[in-house]
C-alpha cells in the first residue's frame, strides 16, 4: 500500500478546498492510502512514513505561510529521511501575478534540499495547482489530476 499525505496551511478555506481536491485524485489510485491533515496536525512521523507528499499554502508575500514553514524547518530534524519520496506542491492567492509560482518554488525548494522527487506538469500549473481566491471546477480539476499523477508515481516508485 502505497501511502500519500496532503498537508496544508488554509486561513480562508481557499487553500483547504485545493487539498481536498488533490486528496480525492490520489484516492482514485488503487492501493493508494491518503492521509489529510492540516499542518498544525503533521508530525516528522508523517512526512517519514508517507511514499508522497504533497504540501499546500496560500501565497503570503510571495512566499509559503508560517505555519508550513515552521513544519519545513523542523524537517531539518529528518534530513535525508525524506529522499527518493514524491513531492508536490499548491497555493491559492489573492490575485494574478501575487506570488503564487514563487510561493510553490518555496515549497518544491526545501522538497529538493530534502531530496525528494517532485512531480511536476507538462501542461498547465507548471511548479503545482495555484487558485487566485476561491478555487473554481477547472482549477479543482486540475487539483484532482495532481492527486492521480502523484499516487500513479509513488506507486511506480514503490515497485522498483
Known amino acids: 500500500m502505497v501511502r500519500v499525505l496532503v498537508s496544508y496551511y488554509s486561513e480562508s478555506g481557499n487553500t483547504e478546498k485545493l487539498a481536498k481536491a488533490i ?49 519545513l524547518d523542523e524537517s531539518a530534524k529528518i534530513h535525508g529521511k525524506l529522499e527518493g519520496k514524491v513531492g508536490a506542491a499548491f497555493t491559492s492567492s489573492g490575485g494574478v501575478a501575487t506570488g503564487a509560482e514563487t510561493t510553490l518554488l518555496s515549497i518544491l525548494q526545501a ?29 479543482l480539476a486540475i487539483c484532482k489530476t495532481k492527486g492521480r499523477n502523484v499516487a500513479e508515481l509513488a506507486k511506480k516508485l514503490a515497485k522498483k
Open 111 to 139: 522538497m529538493l534540499v530534502h531530496g525528494m522527487i517532485i512531480q511536476g506538469s507538462p501542461n498547465a500549473k507548471h511548479y503545482g495547482p495555484a487558485a487566485t481566491g476561491a478555487p473554481n471546477a477547472k482549477e
Open 23 to 71: 486528496a480525492q485524485g490520489a484516492e482514485e489510485v488503487p492501493d493508494v492510502e491518503v492521509q489529510l491533515k492540516r499542518v498544525d496536525e503533521t508530525s516528522l512521523d508523517d512526512l517519514q512514513s508517507a511514499d508522497a507528499i504533497v504540501l499546500g499554502s496560500p501565497t503570503y508575500y510571495g512566499l509559503l505561510a508560517a505555519p508550513l514553514k515552521k513544519l
